[in-house]
């Protein structure tokens, strides 16, 4: 409950730190949904598989930027165990088009952690696909690519 309860947190304070100006610009849907992507990362950092159960379709298709493919129950479980502490996940760029109920980001990401005793530092690319069902947002589909690698 504790964790769950700081992602939850994090997912206030995050919107929170928008720039005024990027809020302006965008709908109240593609801010909901920029949102929604940071706390994917916090749940993350955080292996909260609790929160990230509420962001995820039952349906689910994950491919990973190694081309490892999981479906929603398998990707859970990848977090839970995971050999990676991620210290951090952020988006460094991150765009977001809806089409209806349906919405489409793009952009950047760099996670750090450790992994066998050794520091390790990723960029890749994502693309996430997002769908209103039941008047709330969930990823469907997830794809991330890497930009430049330090070895594990």
């Known amino acids: 409950m504790k964790i ?3 992602v939850c947190f994090a997912f206030i304070a995050v919107s929170l730190l928008l720039p005024a100006q990027e809020r ?3 709908s109240a849907d593609q801010s909901l949904i920029l949102t929604l992507e940071r706390a994917w990362n916090v749940a993350e950092e955080h ?3 609790r929160a990230l159960n509420q962001l995820l379709s039952s349906t689910l298709a994950y491919t990973d930027y190694d081309g490892s493919f999981m479906n929603k129950t398998q990707f859970l479980a990848s ?3 995971a050999g990676l502490d991620a210290d951090q996940i ?3 760029t991150a765009n977001v ?3 209806g109920a ?3 980001v793009t952009g950047i990401y760099h996670e750090r952690g450790v992994r066998k005793a050794k520091a390790i530092s990723r960029r890749g690319r994502f693309t996430d696909t997002w769908v209103k069902e039941n008047g ?3 990823c469907v589909a997830s794809q991330s690519t890497l930009i430049s690698h330090r070895p594990d």
């Open 24 to 26: 302006g610009n965008l």
């Open 102 to 104: 349906s919405a489409i």
């Open 47 to 49: 292996k909260d598989v």
């Open 136 to 138: 709330s947002w969930m």
């Open 97 to 99: 088009q809806v089409y």
């Open 90 to 92: 952020t988006n460094e």
């Open 79 to 81: 977090v839970k165990t």
């Open 4 to 6: 769950a309860a700081r």
